[in-house]
């Protein structure tokens, strides 16, 4: 079984890009002629048909541009149901099209319960003795709110079926100073600092060819100075890095979570990819090309960026 | 529309009882008279209708006894589709016995994201311009990892349709010592005070005519001596305790979550409740006999502290 940050860095290299696409669905934001279908098809029908078929085009246009995308749940959970049978869908065509799929869920809790999440969205559910995957996406991201005992199950997981997780470290909303940035009287330095040598400590002696860890972290682009010293303090983890593009976060900034070697980042941006259009009535032709100039567009950004600072072209 | 806290608090009082019990599906442990389906429907039906089937029998047994019941919902997701359609069917037949529901998920995702899954559980989503409810339990818990920014659109969604929300503040694991007991640079004092003083802050002026408020904590019966002094910095929550049963926490520390008018806290047990029985060959009617008497027990032993403590019977 091949280790999920092996799998993580080679899609990386063979696509040239460290970008992933989020995909939030918003039934509001997908264009007319996809929601067109709400006219003929009983409505929670036509919600799955509407989210999946929304995705599906945006995985056509980015499929040969990006390593990876990543599923935020709680946008296809609000649609119940017919929802997460769109999440599964997207899933499948994700796969089907060659990308590795990161569910971005921040999920937590403890013991068993931490177990059955772990089953849920990386490993394998017992169901009338037989053992059968559910969601089986590669990576997940996880809160260590409830301490390391609560990731236990998650680490487990990725050692049995190759898979991953980003642990939540230091976040790209404002409101993250509350507690990642309060200073701990033990080092006076910042709890962040403390969650990161977690990370760096729960995924040691998993590394993989690669010299990268499955365990990696999630570290904002809209926190540029944290990211230098956050990327020193865990040199191994991967580091996902959210708000890039709708949430302020830049190029340079998301720059500081990479390492030398031009690696061991990856930069999310969903709603600047796929709702960039302000007019629904958006052509099929016109919203796969939108989609892929502002791919193509993010993926030059960075690249130059990574360039100028690690003097690499990948 | 009726204040959480006052509907929560006017149940406890009519039945007497600040005993919650929570479902947590394990097909493994559910009764073979309910499994036996698994030989007669397709492997999907089969897990909605044994889920559902066994806990509209706990329910039966239980809902003259308690206020309340609390899903936790990894349990369901665990199970895919067919899971979470029990987890649809468990919320409507609690409902329909006069049950508060509490979900028990720990979300916490910032900004939008936040904003659905305060739709999907407390609010309503919008779907092709009209408004529908998704979940449309009573309360939800909630983890404050990612800051108070964070918890917002769930506080907005309790004051718009009369909901609650409980706040992660110490939970019942060892493990909550890594981050929920660090001692602050700035107080000298552990996080999780901090934490109660957000929940005291972000529940004040919303309090009900039973003088609590929406804003509720989860502080585990496993930790007494935190108890005592987390009771006292958020006066006006209602504190969910997890722990008593299972996980070892007992009703005397579970006492400590209550304010000296014998209110202020629900005591859940899951297991200790629904899966007492260590034969599967039970008949219906000796589950339903040993739910029962389960919670009548768990029931006297929460009354008989609680009045020994603070010399009310309720």
Known sequence: MINFADRLVTAVRSKS????????????????FITGCRYTLPVNDAITSCITQFHELVLDAISELVPAVKLQIAFYERYGLPGLAAFGHTIRAAKD??????????????????????????????VFGAMRPVYDVDCLTVSPFLGRDS???????????????????KT???????????????????????LAKYVDELGAGDW???????????????FPEEATTLRKL????????????AQGGTAVSAANCFNDDGLGAVVNASRSITYSYSDRRISKADLESEVRQNTLRMNHDIRTTLAARFGVRR
């Open 172 to 194: 790209s909303n404002p409101g993250s100073a509350d507690i990642q940035d309060e200073l701990l009287l033990e080092t006076g330095r910042p709890c962040y600092e403390k």
């Open 208 to 222: 993989g060819n690669s010299g990268y860890s499955s365990v990696g972290a999630v570290v904002g682009a809209t």
């Open 151 to 169: 990731l236990a199950p998650f680490i487990d997981a990725c050692h049995l079926y190759g898979k991953g997780i980003f642990v939540l470290v």
């Open 234 to 245: 865990m040199p191994r983890a991967i580091i996902l890095v959210p708000g890039y593009g």
């Open 17 to 32: 890009s460290p970008c992933i696409v989020g995909l939030d669905p918003r039934l509001e934001s997908i264009p007319e």
């Open 97 to 126: 099209r060659g990308l590795l799929v990161i569910v971005d869920a921040k999920r937590n809790d403890i013991a068993s319960t931490a177990e059955a999440y772990a089953d849920e969205f990386l490993g394998m559910t017992e």
